[in-house]
């Protein structure tokens, strides 16, 4: 996505920082940011602690590429300050990975806590610190929090909602 700061992701920088464990994070942004992108890749290389964290991705044209990396990863983490639908916590849930999301925002209403999620309170960035590890040590609440990875590309989605839109006009 956008690596500003209505996304929080200056929270999870510190909230990076300040973890103990080793613990690799996947950072996929829009090619569409260009500037945002460059300030970004700047940073971590003047960081040597993120950057032996942090593994910066482009999202690709393939429209599953996102949903991959996501189901090959042990949780998805989301500071958001402000989320219009939080996307990428319904596709999360949707294939059974667990996120860490903050309150205040849309995506309480789009993941259920203890269900799919951790909530955290937005621009904490010592409890989305504590939220990530504790999900990164805690294998009982990852697998709590998951479910059997079901992973469906987009044409089988829209060929599900189409039967849906047929049965509706239907009736």
């Known amino acids: 996505g956008k690596p500003t700061v209505f996304k929080g992701v200056h929270y999870l920088l ?5 973890i103990k464990t080793h613990i690799k994070f996947i950072f996929v942004l829009s090619p569409l940011y260009g500037k945002e992108k460059k300030e970004f890749s700047s940073l971590l290389k003047n960081d040597p602690t993120l950057k032996a964290r942090i ?7 393939d429209s599953n590429y996102v949903a991959k990396l996501m189901a090959a990863s042990d949780f998805v983490v989301m500071p958001s300050l402000t989320e219009g639908f939080g996307f990428v916590a319904a596709e999360a849930a949707s ?4 996120t860490i999301v903050t309150t205040g925002t849309s995506l309480p209403e789009v993941v259920e806590k203890d269900r ?9 960035s010592i409890e989305l610190a504590r939220a990530i590890e504790g999900l990164a040590k805690n294998s009982e609440l990852r697998k709590k929090l998951s479910r059997p990875k079901i992973f469906k ?3 089988e989605v829209a060929k ?3 039967k849906v839109y047929q049965q509706i006009t239907k009736n």
């Open 55 to 61: 593994v910066l991705l482009e999202n690709r044209a």
């Open 116 to 124: 799919h999620a951790v909530f955290i309170k937005p621009r904490d």
């Open 14 to 18: 510190e909230a990076i920082r300040k």
């Open 160 to 162: 599900e909602y189409e």
């Open 95 to 98: 294939i059974g990975i667990p």
């Open 153 to 155: 590309n987009w044409s």
